[in-house]
């Protein structure tokens, strides 16, 4: 028996997502902040001080994946290759399908904040909580949009406790499931464009990404121009 009820947990903040509600929520690549409705993801950008320039991503999950982004074959694989057999998250970035009902469903303000000419990012193999959320997310029909639990630029939290108190007190619901798995990154996930095969931003695991697709695809990733990128 696991120690956290990653199910139990996750129907919980289905319930009051769908309800119009705010949860911060247990990534691999650290705490989360997630809404449905304009209202929620308005607070949550309030509570975090974001510009609203800055974009939202989709709560993902494999099947999802599959279903809403427009990649073609090579695109998969590399997705496979890095979140199956590296097992390691990322940051799916690629064109979405406008027609399919869930980004049908997502209200055209919110949707503005998530995507950026034709492309939506979407969080794969972020931990069984996430992956359980985005089954819920895919098997309702209900898009859940999200980003990181914290301030505006003070980076990624890896613990509850660190979270400023102004973004938690937003949250109708935290679940708490301790330290996450990449906190030794201190940084978030790596995002790929994996239409155009660029990275958009560098982060956990892209030195095991870089030699993945390297080797495998034949696909030259630039490296950060600065060390401190990764942090």
């Avoid at 705490?31 to 800055?54: D, W």
């Amino acid at each position: 028996m696991s120690f956290y009820d990653c199910e139990a947990d996750a129907e919980r903040v289905f319930r009051v997502v769908a309800d119009g509600g705010l949860a911060i929520i247990p990534c691999s690549i650290g705490y989360a902040i997630v809404g449905v409705t304009p209202a929620a993801i308005h607070r949550a950008f309030e509570a975090k001080r974001r510009s609203p320039s800055k974009l939202n991503a989709l709560t993902g999950c494999k099947p999802l994946h599959l279903a809403l982004h427009d990649v073609d074959a090579r695109g998969r694989e590399v997705v496979r290759a890095i979140t199956e057999d590296l097992d390691l998250p990322l940051g799916t970035v690629a064109r979405y399908r406008a027609e399919h009902p869930m980004v049908q469903r997502i209200p055209p303000e919110v949707l503005a904040q998530s995507t950026r000419q034709g492309t939506v990012a979407m969080l794969v193999n972020a931990g069984p909580f996430l992956e359980a959320l985005g089954w819920l997310s895919f098997t309702h029909g209900l898009p859940i949009i999200g980003s990181s639990a914290n301030l505006s630029q003070r980076g990624v939290k890896f613990r509850v406790e660190d979270i400023e108190p102004e973004v938690r007190a937003a949250a109708d619901l935290v679940i708490d499931h301790g330290l996450m798995r990449w906190a030794c990154y201190r940084c978030s996930s790596t995002m790929l464009d994996v239409n155009e095969m660029k990275v958009v931003r560098h982060g956990i695991g892209f030195d095991l990404i870089q030699d993945r697709l390297r080797r495998q695809f034949g696909i030259e990733l630039p490296g950060a121009s600065d060390p401190a990128a990764l942090r």
